[in-house]
């Protein structure tokens, strides 16, 4: 079995690296695709003073979840086998850690997310996965 990892930040770029890891699935028997998205942790103190851990988790699920709107009328159609997660953490880690932890053989992610420098030729999440990564990346427009 082939495990592939989109990560979604809701960018037409991760839409369309999770319509490439639907093409190559779909020409492997067995295989599934992990699509998550990450969600940078609050760091400051001052938040959870104000708010609960709940209502905080509740945020996270909720930003995550929109973010993953765009990517579900594709799953739902392709027919493959999924899991859709939002996670918390630093971003390039927790993609690395994840494919780590759920035995993915292959990452497929936007060359460019939604942040907020949007000249790079890469972004920066981008690049720091290629870096970590012991598996094979692939960069889709």
């Avoid at 997310?113 to 690049?127: A, D, P």
Wanted: proline share 5%; charged share 15%.
């Amino acid at each position: 079995m082939q495990n592939l990892l989109i990560p979604v930040d809701g960018s037409p770029s991760s839409i369309h690296a999770l319509e490439a890891a639907i093409a190559v699935a779909a020409s492997i028997e067995g295989a599934k695709l992990y699509v998550i998205n990450v969600q940078m942790p609050i760091l400051s103190g001052n938040v959870t003073r104000f708010f609960s851990a709940e209502d905080i988790h509740s945020y996270y699920e909720d930003e995550g979840r929109n973010a993953l709107a765009p990517a579900q009328p594709i799953l739902e159609a392709c027919g493959q086998d999924y899991t859709q997660e939002v996670v918390v953490g630093p971003i390039a880690m927790t993609i690395v850690e994840y494919a780590k932890k759920h035995d993915c053989h292959h990452i497929f992610m936007g060359k460019r997310g939604l942040g907020l420098v949007k000249g790079l030729v890469l972004g920066s999440v981008t690049t720091k996965v290629v870096s970590l990564s012991d598996i094979p990346v692939t960069l889709v427009k």
